[in-house]
């Protein structure tokens, strides 16, 4: 018999923890707390800069060490570690994993919702490491036009990993993580969805010269240029499909790791 033990980290949201739990009320990691585990731990994800990640990413591996100690010690059952991350929380989890790995601490399941890495306060994502046994990643196809300048972090896996290649979806980045926009994103011409403001040219003229990577990331000028997007390739009704398609596979997926 198993106690399993479940940890996840959401994505980019709001500063205020009021708006933020009501816009990731849904959201893919928040539902899976209802998935029957045993210990359930979630965080929200970082704000715009994603200067918190690296707190988050220490927050999850502590978390789950704590747990998986506790419990493996009162028995009876094995305790298994769970993870999940969306965005930069994605990010944020695969550094976990990483700090599990260093302290021997095997990892169960590692479910990624379109994991992107956009902070100077994590290094280790590119590649998940070999203490996970199963990992599952869904990522928006490029051709979607969402979010075009993320890219994506945890399209690697370390030898021994059970690993797909990650799965693509056309959906938005939002609808990806189950946080989409909805048709009243969607823009007047051609029906597909905006993520902001067309124009960028005022923020960058705002931002002006920072002299580092570091800087530019904590500015609060150069955080907007996340709001400030042109339109995707993806209407409200395929970002619906799409977003229900990523959640569908990890139900299908889930399973097959708690076996």
């Known amino acids: 018999m198993y106690f399993d033990i479940y940890v996840g980290v959401d994505g980019t949201g709001p500063d205020s923890n009021a708006e933020y739990a009501t816009a990731f009320r849904n959201s893919y990691v928040n539902q ?40 493996k010690i009162r028995g009876p059952n094995t305790p298994r ?16 994993c990483q700090q599990l790995n260093d302290r021997g601490i095997p990892v169960q399941g590692l479910l990624l919702f379109d994991a992107v890495d956009r902070s100077y306060t994590v290094e280790r994502t590119e590649t998940v490491p070999s203490n996970v046994r199963y990992c599952r990643h869904a990522i928006r196809q490029a051709n979607s036009g969402s979010r075009q300048s993320f890219g994506n972090c945890g399209l690697l896996a370390a030898r021994g990993v059970d690993w797909v ?20 994103a969607a823009t007047a011409g051609g029906g597909r969805i905006s993520e902001g403001d067309n124009s960028i040219r005022g923020v960058l003229r705002a931002v002006g010269n920072v002299p580092t990577p570091q800087a530019w990331i904590a500015s609060r000028a150069a955080s907007a240029v996340y709001e400030y997007a042109m339109a995707t390739e993806v209407t409200p009704e395929q970002e619906r499909r799409g977003s229900e398609g990523v959640w569908n596979w990890m139900m299908t997926e889930l399973p097959r790791m708690r076996l």
């Open 165 to 184: 290649t990650p799965k693509e979806f056309l959906t938005t980045h939002g609808g990806m993580g189950g946080t989409p926009w909805g048709a009243s």
């Open 81 to 96: 570690i769970f993870m999940a991350g969306y965005s930069r929380g994605g990010a944020a989890v695969i550094e976990a």
């Open 32 to 71: 899976l707390r209802n998935k029957s585990f045993g210990v359930s731990e979630y965080e929200r994800g970082p704000t715009l800069t994603g200067s918190e990640t690296g707190r988050l990413a220490s927050w999850a591996a502590g978390r789950a060490e704590h747990h998986y100690r506790t419990n």
